[in-house]
């Protein structure tokens, strides 16, 4: 069975710093791994797709990265702001269960001004 | 398009009562979730359909609930009767999956609440 882990499970900082959450997944089968930005009482809304068979995706500020055969992904948020200030989830689809998604418990990310 | 649409946004019921959940996915997506949020046990997935079938039920947490989709466009969630541990937000999510990307895309959620 899939497990998806994210480490911390919250992180303050300054603004202005650049920072990096952690995710990591025990079966590297996997179809692509998606990393996902909450608001408190609001939905999903999704940041970054990386595929299995590419190594990063970038947006922005945002650049998340994939080592699959270490069960790895990073997001990096550079010149971090207080609006960043959110919760931070990624989700990874295995090969075995196409269309099937299991969730990590997040990263809950303060951004001080 | 609007995106995923839920309704209710809030519902608030006494237990025993029945309660329907409503989602409307983006138009194409062939692959619709729906997801229950709670702090204890984080983002759980209940169902999904592929192209208005059911492929994988395992998650629905016992009897009492019960999903279908009965177009492209609209999928229900039931949960008869409710029980106060049923309290959470349910998300409905969809992807276009058939056209090979995986994007989720998630709807607002509809946060429950059974006295």
């Known amino acids: 069975k899939q497990e998806v882990t994210q480490i911390p499970a919250a992180l303050s900082v300054p603004e202005g710093e650049n920072l990096v959450l952690n995710c990591s997944f025990t079966d590297s089968a996997i179809y692509n791994l998606q990393w996902f930005r909450q608001d408190p009482g609001k939905g999903l809304t999704s940041l970054l797709l990386i595929q299995s068979s590419q190594r990063e995706q970038t947006s922005g500020r945002l650049n998340a990265s994939l080592d699959k055969s270490s069960g790895r992904s990073t997001l990096y948020i550079a010149a971090s702001q207080p609006g960043d200030s959110a919760t931070y989830l990624c989700a990874v689809e295995e090969r075995a269960n196409a269309g099937k998604s299991t969730f990590g418990d997040g990263t809950t990310l303060t951004v001080k001004p | 398009d609007a995106g995923v649409i839920q309704s209710p946004r809030h519902e608030v019921t006494e237990m025993g009562q029945e309660v329907t959940l409503r989602c409307k996915p983006i138009s194409g997506h062939d692959y619709l979730f729906w997801y229950r949020q709670t702090m204890m046990r984080g983002l759980e997935l209940l169902i999904y359909?592929?192209?208005?079938?059911?492929?994988?039920d395992s998650g629905m947490p016992e009897d009492r609930f019960s999903a279908k989709m009965p177009n492209a466009s609209f999928s229900t969630l039931k949960i008869q009767p409710s029980e106060p541990r049923d309290s959470a937000v349910y998300f409905c999510?969809?992807?276009?999956?058939?056209?090979?990307?995986?994007?989720?895309?998630f709807g607002e959620g509809s946060r429950l609440t059974v006295l």
């Open positions: 999510a969809s992807t276009p999956l058939g056209q090979n990307t995986g994007e989720l895309f």
């Open positions: 359909f592929n192209n208005n079938v059911p492929i994988d």
